[in-house]
């Protein structure tokens, strides 16, 4: 008595897109008529909300970085006048204390600003090569 085998093969073509592939596109288009105009305008406002979404955070970013700059600005104005106010009142060693602490100041916040950007640029960055491959994966 002989035993047919059955052989099964799962083909994998990767496809990274916002919608199906091409082929699978024609396939739902077979089965129900109209469905890659619903497909491809889901796409679209995924798209356009993804967009809209990544502005929010652009315009919030800045207002922060703005915001951060402000308030630094008031702090060197209000030290500065500490400072000339302490040495007017014949308090020279602090009133100078004061004025050298001013540079120091503002540039540990600009390379604390900057550390900030690039951690933040790496985090990114590993984020999206996390989900390129698990995208990778799925395929």
Do not use: C
């Amino acid at each position: 008595m002989s035993r047919l085998k059955t052989l099964q093969t799962k083909n994998k073509e990767p496809f990274l897109a916002t919608f199906p592939n091409p082929r699978v596109l024609d396939h739902y288009e077979r089965i129900r008529p109209g469905s890659i105009n619903r497909i491809i305008s889901l796409a679209e406002q995924q798209a356009k909300h993804r967009q809209k979404l990544e502005r929010e955070i652009v315009e919030a970013n800045i207002k922060n970085e703005k915001r951060g700059r402000d308030y630094a600005s008031a702090i060197t104005i209000l030290l500065v006048l500490i400072g000339g106010w302490l040495i007017l009142q014949g308090k020279d060693i602090i009133g100078f204390i004061v004025l050298a602490g001013l540079p120091t100041f503002n540039v540990y916040n600009l390379f604390r600003g900057k550390k900030k950007a690039e951690e933040q640029l790496v985090e990114k960055e590993k984020e999206i090569t996390r989900e390129q491959k698990k995208k990778l994966s799925k395929k």
